[in-house]
């Protein structure tokens, strides 16, 4: 019997959305593995090291941080959120336990979080409807964890005029909802 069953995307897609209000370009990011690291006590240090050796950044808060591969934004005191291609990290987490041993604790995070790449020349009023994060003040890296439409979300300024907001994939039709409501108010 043939495979009956197709992957979707967070909003329930074969393929990722784009949507276009105005000047602003809200797409589905479906091409980013995720998985959280978090060294465990007395192993800092086997961390760093085994993370510059790997090639994955590790950015103090309030930053993300991109290197040839891998991406990581800061979510704690020695906790990140690692970022790899889909494509060839699949299964993040595997690839990342051998890397780090038993210096870190590592969760896929890949199929509970939506990742929205936002696209437009001026983001700072559109991101002023939508949380207290002021784009305005920031430079590309900057990070942080806010509220979207009541909804724990992690807003990386990734170029100028670039946003991504990621947030719970069982909220992807919320969140969607909400940037496109703040774009169209907006522009």
């Given amino acids: 019997m043939a495979n009956l069953l197709h992957p979707l995307t967070p909003l329930g897609h074969a393929a990722p959305e784009i949507t276009r209000a105005g000047p602003v370009t809200i797409t589905e990011n479906t091409g980013v593995a995720l998985a959280s690291l978090a060294s465990r006590r007395g192993r800092e240090a086997d961390v760093a090291a085994a993370a510059q050796a790997a090639g994955i950044p590790q950015p103090e808060p309030g930053r993300a941080d991109q290197a040839a591969l891998y991406g990581a934004i800061w979510l704690g005191d020695q906790q990140w959120m690692i970022e790899a291609p ?29 990742r929205f790449d936002v696209a437009a020349p001026n983001l700072a009023a559109l991101f002023e409807r939508l949380c207290n994060y002021d784009l305005r003040s920031k430079a590309p890296g900057s990070a942080t964890r806010t509220v ?40």
């Fill in 86 to 114: 889909f494509a060839s990290h699949e299964d993040i987490a595997a690839i990342l336990k051998p890397i780090f041993g038993d210096a870190a604790s590592i969760t896929e995070q890949t199929d509970a979080w939506v």
């Fill in 148 to 187: 979207i439409d009541h909804l724990g979300c992690y807003v990386v300024l990734r170029a100028p005029g670039l946003v991504s907001v990621i947030g719970p994939r069982s909220s992807a039709h919320a969140l969607h909802h909400a940037l496109i409501t703040a774009a169209k108010s907006v522009f």
